[in-house]
């Protein structure tokens, strides 16, 4: 059964920095690109990056390039999401979420990230 | 950035009942390789987005058959054939021809 497990989310402090990570099992993670995926508070969905299998590229959102970093450890099937100078628009559900034919077709549960001083 | 306009934003159903829910792309997402990567998620309350529909009609293992996908170019429909008391929930279309991009959502309710 695949599974996809986030943790690191939290109330952190205007200009903070947090990584928030996935743990993916029930499959090879080595063999899929993996995305990060973000729900606000008013249910809006916003794709923030992605990353291929090997972790030789990835891709972001635009608006988000500067700030967010992603990256993956295949030797511990772990998929990272690096979060720096946060602000109150980050406040989201955070999902990692599973490429496959250029469709996101597992996704975790979720993390909450609250920014708020 | 594609812009999905998904309508309508709410529908309200009675089980058994067919219902569409339309979603237009504000650019072709016909990709270079001849794809259309557009697909359909179901959020069930309290729960991750699921996904229903890749490539604009192929049915995701294990999901009922009376969903299915259609369309092309910018105009794409989501249909169900007999809604159940299960699929309520929010439907949102979201595009990978480009920077994904999620449509707005629509709520489905049953009567």
């Known amino acids: 059964e695949v599974q996809l497990v986030e943790s690191g989310g939290g109330l952190v402090q205007p200009g903070a920095s947090l990584k928030l990570s996935c743990v993916a099992s029930g499959f090879t993670f080595s063999d899929y690109w993996m995305s990060w995926v973000r729900q606000t508070p008013g249910k809006t969905m916003e794709w923030i990056g992605d990353i291929k299998y090997d972790g030789s590229y990835t891709n972001y959102a635009p608006s988000l390039k500067n700030r967010f970093t992603i990256s993956r450890d295949n030797a511990k099937s772990t998929l990272y999401l690096q979060m720096s100078n946060v602000r109150s628009e980050d406040t989201a559900t955070y999902y990692c979420?599973?490429?496959?034919?250029?469709?996101?077709?597992?996704w975790g549960q979720g993390v909450m990230v609250t920014v708020s001083s | 950035d594609v812009v999905l306009t998904q309508t309508p934003p709410t529908l309200s159903a009675t089980i058994g009942q067919s219902v569409s829910i339309s979603c237009r792309s504000s650019q072709s997402l016909l990709h270079s390789n001849g794809n259309t990567y557009l697909n359909w998620l179901l959020q069930r309350p309290g729960q991750p987005p699921q996904l229903l529909i890749y490539l604009v009609s192929r049915l995701e293992s294990g999901v009922p058959n009376r969903f299915s996908g259609s369309g092309s170019g910018t105009d794409f429909t989501l249909k169900i054939s007999g809604v159940e008391a299960e699929d309520l929930g929010v439907y949102y279309c979201v595009q990978s021809t480009h920077a994904p991009t999620f449509g707005s959502g629509t709520k489905l309710e049953i009567k």
């Open positions: 979420t599973r490429d496959r034919h250029n469709s996101f077709d597992y």
